[in-house]
T-cell receptor, first 114, second 112 residues
Framework: DGGITQSPKYLFRKEGQNVTLSCEQNLNHDAMYWYRQDPGQGLRLIYY???????QKGDIAEGYSVSREKKESFPLTVTSAQKNPTAFYLC?????????????FGDGTRLSIL | QKEVEQNSGPLSVPEGAIASLNCTYS??????FFWYRQYSGKSPELIMSIYSNGDKEDGRFTAQLNKASQYVSLLIRDSQPSDSATYLC????????????FGKGTTLSVSS
């Protein structure tokens, strides 16, 4: 079955540590996105990529980095510069840049600070 | 900063009633509007999209758009306990439609 796979489901970060969240899709979608969700909050856009080898900052990119070397993969690194990383991280994809509203989401990764 | 505003709720309705969820947005140039449903602990799923003024119906769901008032709503007819979830309103982030901006969501509780 086609879909988006995020791993791990739960992740713990120590102070000063960088961690990487994995996102893989087999939907053959061009565009991919990372959103962050805090309790009782909506989704906030971290980074997005509309095509391989290209990505753009979203509304809260500080303290995060991404890469898009393959169409299927869009990993997110939470760096030590992100001072409040505890949140639910959601990866999504859409068919292409003309269908950005029709997002397919992974099951998410919950990141906590040790 | 472009914004999407929703009442956080909770909105409580009895089974079989009509649930009305509302959303306003700040960018008058927004062109595309979406409703996502998110069950507790799960990821969001798209339930409705609307692009032009007026109503759009899909089963028990009706989306309504009024661009002059910058207002989007979602009506759920014959509400069921399985409709209990958080409903997120989303709007395209810019004229190019590069991504979505989400509201904080309205939590709906349908009692049997």
């Amino acid at each position: 079955d086609g879909g988006i796979t995020q791993s791990p489901k739960y992740l713990f970060r120590k102070e000063g540590q960088n961690v990487t969240l994995s996102c893989e899709q087999n939907l053959n979608h061009d565009a991919m996105y990372w959103y962050r969700q805090d309790p009782g909050q909506g989704l906030r856009l971290i980074y997005y990529s509309q095509i391989v080898n290209d990505f753009q900052k979203g509304d809260i990119a500080e303290g995060y980095s991404v890469s898009r070397e393959k169409k299927e993969s869009f990993p997110l690194t939470v760096t030590s510069a992100q001072k409040n990383p505890t949140a639910f991280y959601l990866c999504a994809s859409s068919l292409d840049r003309r269908n950005t509203g029709e997002l397919f989401f992974g099951d998410g990764t919950r990141l906590s600070i040790l | 900063q472009k914004e999407v505003e929703q009442n956080s709720g909770p909105l409580s309705v009895p089974e079989g009633a009509i649930a009305s969820l509302n959303c306003t947005y700040s960018d008058r140039g927004s062109q595309s509007f979406f409703w996502y449903r998110q069950y507790s602990g799960k990821s969001p799923e798209l339930i409705m999209s609307i692009y032009s003024n007026g109503d759009k119906e899909d089963g028990r769901f009706t989306a309504q758009l009024n661009k002059a008032s910058q207002y989007v709503s979602l009506l759920i007819r014959d509400s069921q306990p399985s409709d209990s979830a958080t409903y997120l309103c989303a709007v395209t982030r810019d004229q190019a439609g590069t991504a979505l901006i989400f509201g904080k969501g309205t939590t709906l509780s349908v009692s049997s």
